[in-house]
């Protein structure tokens, strides 16, 4: 089970990876030809700011959920690095388990708040605003297997020390 | 009482490791769940919206430039070219790296992206040549910091984004206080440079200044593509960062030929997980923000000051104070995104400028990454040249009074700061 989970966790970072790159290219290049479009061929794009839009908020969701699994989110240290093996170890599932719960919440009510707007459109694209909201849910799901994984981990008595982005 | 548990429940999070971003989040919910009428639906609501930005989508652009400057061997011909210039002078190698930053600033916008990338070029010149290597990198450190007030400013672009201020407005109020601080480091390096015996270059022949010119001629016109395109109305700041981007892709593929395609994933990956750092911090804090105006936050803050002072000049020293002490402890960008919705109804209700504390408050979080113990910029320029922590942080401190100073000016004479973009970007 906790292979399976690992390996569930390791197969959705992939996957989020993968995803990422695209939507973050299209970001920039749509950007770029608005104002190539713009100025050199005099013929706007009219949906490029509400595209831009989507293919960021869609990355920075992306990018949240690399950051969780590569534990790169900022986090201060400076009050736990000073406790013992065990209860760095109390502290972290504590963490875990917080994490999970939050998780849960935002995948749930992202999901009714992605029904909620569905009958709502983009004015230029004509696009169900449901595809703004979707990267919240969807993503929370990837950082709730991540966290779960890591619960794994955790209770296996297997986890690696907390890297990430420390503020000691 | 909804407000004193959303801050608590933070402190206490965020004490106990929980990452910043979701502490921020489960003490939203938290007092909205138990201490509001409002369904926790605003909250989900809210962390959308909060990043659903035209604005903030220029923080991703402006670190990919930098990242690409930085893969492509682009700093280095900036550092020559600084070199050349100010190379003669006595500690000349310290004067270009401070040179080379406020080059490169105008190019990123990002202070870890100077210190990580054109830093490493600089202290390795520097000790070269026989400089001490804590001197370097403590200079190092401390040109990095003009990297976020010379546009284009990943943190203006927050900070704008946050305050509903133009960003455009911001980057120009940067010019002229990342040129003080340029100056007055280079002022600081020249004193030093007497007590530290540092070595000057050889004067340098005026075909040899040309010849580094023209290895850096495409490099530098970033910053005049960046701001020309600004100014003239032809894009606007995120626009801009979007053609500084592909400027510097086409530089570092097409015309120096040091960035190769396969390396363009794992570059977009790891300058969106780096924003998604700032940008889910951001989404999160959306919700603290919504409670902080619910809870009138702004107004008992702004009751509470002026029951003690109404002179502005007065509470801008204390926010000084304060942030440089924060500074100290906290992350930039997390103080940035957290302070930002507090402070902007007072200063608003005092007459402040808002482009003017957008400045002031971006610079004492700058000279924030800079000292210690929570400096983001003395972590990478130790780590990254295996110094010791404790000797760079000694090292930094003759370095920091200078920017110290700058700050003062530039709090308490506005108008060196406004002039720019009420000049340039006046109604006409």
Known sequence: MLLF????????????????????????????????????????????????RLGFVWSCFFGATVCFKRQKHIQFLFFTENFGRRGKRIVQATVDLLSLGFFLFLMVKGIQMAEAVEPTYFPALGWSQLWLYLPLPLNALFMLIHTIARLGDQLSATAPPREGHKVP | MMIPVLIISFVVLAVFSVPVALAVGISVLIAVAFFTPFPTLGLVQRMVTGIDSFVLMAIPFFMLTGRLMNEGGITDRIFEFARCLVGPIRGGLAHANVLA????AGMSGSAV?????????????????????????AITVASSTIGPIIPPSIPMVIYGAMAEVSVGQLFLAGFVPGILMGLSLMGMVYFLSFREHMPKDKGYRFVEIWHSFRKAFFPLLTPVILIGGILS?????????????????????????????????????????????VMFIISTTAGFSWL??????????????????????????????????LGCLMEAGVLLILLTPIFVPMMTAMGVDLVHFGVIIVLNLMIGVATPPVGMCLFVVSEANNIKLERLMREIIPQVIPLILVLFVVTYFPDLVLWLPRWLMAPR
């Open chain 2, 113 to 137: 992206a100077d210190a990580g990338g054109l830093g490493m070029v600089e202290i390795k010149a520097m000790t070269d040549q026989g400089y001490r290597k804590e001197f370097a990198a």
């Open chain 2, 233 to 277: 109305g032809i894009f606007t700041p995120t626009e801009a960062a979007a053609v500084s981007t592909i400027y510097a892709f086409a530089l570092s593929f097409v015309v120096y030929k040091t960035v190769r395609i396969k390396d363009i994933p794992s570059i977009l990956i790891d300058t969106f997980v780096t924003t998604a750092v």
């Open chain 2, 292 to 325: 902080l105006i619910i809870g009138k936050i702004g107004k008992v803050l702004q009751e509470l000051v002026f029951s003690l002072t109404r002179s502005p000049w007065l509470v801008l020293l204390c926010i000084n104070v304060v942030l440089l002490f």
């Open chain 1, 5 to 52: 989970l690992s390996r569930l966790s390791e197969l959705t970072d992939r996957l989020v990876r993968i995803l990422l790159v695209p939507f973050a290219l299209f970001t920039i290049l749509i950007v770029f030809f608005e104002v190539l479009m713009r100025y050199v061929f005099r013929a706007p794009i009219i949906t490029s700011v509400e595209l831009a």
């Open chain 2, 101 to 104: 930053s406020m080059i490169f």
